[in-house]
T-cell receptor, first 112, second 112 residues
Framework: QQPVQSPQAVILREGEDAVINCSSS?????VHWYRQKHGEAPVFLMI???GGEQKGHEKISASFNEKKQQSSLYLTASQLSYSGTYFC?????????????WGLGTSLAVNP | DSGVTQTPKHLITATGQRVTLRCSPR?????VYWYQQSLDQGLQFLIQ???????AKGNILERFSAQQFPDLHSELNLSSLELGDSALYFC???????????FGPGTRLTVL
């Protein structure tokens, strides 16, 4: 049930781009993306609902392919502040309820 | 500041003891989630409450229990503590299931 995130870790130089993928074996209602800096709480970035929409927040955007049960997070022209661990959460059905299942995270380091 | 508060910030105790962690959700949020995060690990979902009722259960041990009170604050009780229970415990809240979750600053539990 747990979504698979790839890559596990990535190191960038400031200004470079990165893509983080999240793949599930289950049908998804939505995909959530969060960023956690070391020693801090995860912070919500964006949510993508069924329908293949793409959302953006400044230079961070994401897509959701409902048929493939995959989501990708795009970080363009990375900044030092983008460093952290990125988690995807996939919303699946559990009978008469829905549950968010978290990936193991992708560690991103942006160096000057 | 996410609007979610957790107390205490740090807790140091001995094996075999029992502790209670407290969480106050954002104003208007009815759902509360509890997570455990061990050193450099992903988020392990423990349990979710919605408006006072248990909504979903994750990898919560029998030694752990939680409840959500009428004023919507929640408590996580951890008993017969073991060394392996040392971790960061996060509380998050959302309006309803499937909506963005906002995390509190966490309680760092150290079991000696």
């Amino acid at each position: 049930q747990q979504p698979v995130q790839s890559p596990q870790a990535v190191i960038l130089r400031e200004g470079e781009d990165a893509v983080i993928n999240c793949s599930s074996s289950k049908a998804l209602y939505s995909v959530h993306w969060y960023r956690q800096k070391h020693g801090e709480a995860p912070v919500f970035l964006m949510i993508l609902l069924k329908g293949g929409e793409q959302k953006g927040h400044e230079k961070i955007s994401a897509s959701f392919n409902e048929k493939k049960q995959q989501s990708s997070l795009y970080l363009t022209a990375s900044q030092l502040s983008y460093s952290g661990t990125y988690f995807c959460g996939t919303e699946i059905s559990t009978g008469n309820n829905r549950k968010l299942i978290w990936g193991l995270g992708t560690s991103l380091a942006v160096n000057p | 500041d996410s609007g979610v508060t957790q107390t205490p910030k740090h807790l140091i105790t001995a094996t075999g003891q029992r502790v209670t962690l407290r969480c106050s959700p954002r104003s208007g949020d009815l759902s509360v989630y509890w997570y455990q995060q061990s050193l450099d690990q992903g988020l392990q979902f423990l349990i979710q409450y919605y408006n006072g009722e248990e909504r979903a259960k994750g990898n919560i041990l029998e030694r752990f229990s939680a409840q959500q009170f009428p004023d919507l604050h929640s408590e996580l009780n951890l008993s017969s503590l073991e060394l392996g229970d040392s971790a960061l415990y996060f509380c998050a809240s959302s309006t309803v299931s499937g909506r963005p979750q906002f995390f509190g600053p966490g309680t760092r539990l150290t079991v000696l």
